[in-house]
């Protein structure tokens, strides 16, 4: 896979990785954004080839406490 973008600013990311497949591509581009309690990403995942795909998630974390 290669990084064709890597972005790390001020608490905020923007990355898109690029990997290839014996028919096809994978490209996968993440924003978010974090702080020292909170995170909050989306990615989009787009496949080509035989196993074809498109895929969206968000993910949204938060700090409750330190582990028991």
Same mark, same amino acid.
Do not use: N
């Given at each position: *896979? &290669? =990084? #064709?973008?890597? %972005? $790390? &600013?001020? @608490? !905020? =990311? #923007?990355?898109?990785?690029? *990997?290839? +497949? #014996?028919? @096809?591509?994978? &490209?996968?581009?993440?924003?978010? %954004? =974090?702080? !020292?309690?909170? $995170?909050?990403?989306? !990615?989009?995942?787009?496949?080509? @080839?035989? +196993?074809?795909?498109?895929?969206? &998630?968000?993910?949204?974390?938060?700090?409750? @406490?330190? *582990?028991?």
């Amino acid at each position: *896979c &290669t =990084f #064709d973008r890597e %972005s $790390l &600013t001020d @608490g !905020a =990311f #923007d990355v898109v990785m690029t *990997c290839p +497949q #014996d028919d @096809g591509r994978t &490209t996968a581009r993440i924003i978010g %954004s =974090f702080g !020292a309690t909170e $995170l909050e990403m989306r !990615a989009a995942i787009d496949q080509t @080839g035989s +196993q074809a795909m498109k895929m969206t &998630t968000v993910t949204t974390a938060k700090r409750i @406490g330190d *582990c028991p």
